[in-house]
């Protein structure tokens, strides 16, 4: 398994070196297409009637200076990957979380940041990661702060028995297939056997697919924390997970857990829905 077509979002007023270099990297291990993609939608400034002629001519100068933002990035973009993978490049004038979940119908895998966290405060100018999450129909993998370039020497997968951690394995496959090592843990306050069970066949679901993993079990009231303190114990540089949140009154509401992993903007984060 690989993936073949990936699309890397660049927020228009973010970083965007660490972001390229770790979806560059991951296009060259597959040989896949890497497109490139910023949104920025513009603000339209209040004003009373008598201020509606500034207003448009604000909002107008205010779109200009995106295009030329995005024509800027491009470059940056290009250079970054330095004609390693065949490239494509695409942008929107669009709240940017909406038309990333437009565009990621032509990959097979989205790759962003988060320098914010589960939630972005500026909607028109950063994708938000945790509504991006849930609309995409494809993984996300968010680039930590901290990240290397190469993403998935040591995975941790965060296992729990749900649709979306199943979804997650199976779409982080080729990571997986890639890793130098694989531990599926699963944490909660009680550990039954029913849990045992279900996380050896998962390590027998991936050894059929080639992935040498194994599995560890921790009892712990503190399950947010205590994950983030197991990845480190075994320095993953990936953790997978599902992502559980559903819409409320047309805002996102997470699981603890998925938005603990949000927030813990230092790691890489790979997340199905």
Known sequence: M???SILVNLDIEGPIVPIVRAASE???RWNARL???CAADAYLPVTGP???ELAAEVWRQMRDDDERRFKDLRKEFEALVAGAVATDWRVAQERPTYALAQTARIADIVVTGAADGAVTKDTAR????GSAVLQLGRPLL???NDTDHRVGRKIVVAWKDTREARRAVADAMPLLQAADDVVVATVAPTIDQWARESLG????FLAAHGVTARSETVESGRENDSLIELVDRHDADLVVSGAYGHSRLREWAFGGMTRSLLDAIRLNRFMSN
Do not use: H, I, M
């Open 2 to 4: 690989s993936y073949k």
């Open 26 to 28: 991951l296009a060259q």
């Open 35 to 37: 497109t490139g993609f």
């Open 50 to 52: 008598e201020g509606a």
């Open 126 to 129: 950063w994708v938000d990661p």
């Open 142 to 144: 968010v680039v930590g």
């Open 201 to 204: 066949d998962v390590v027998s």
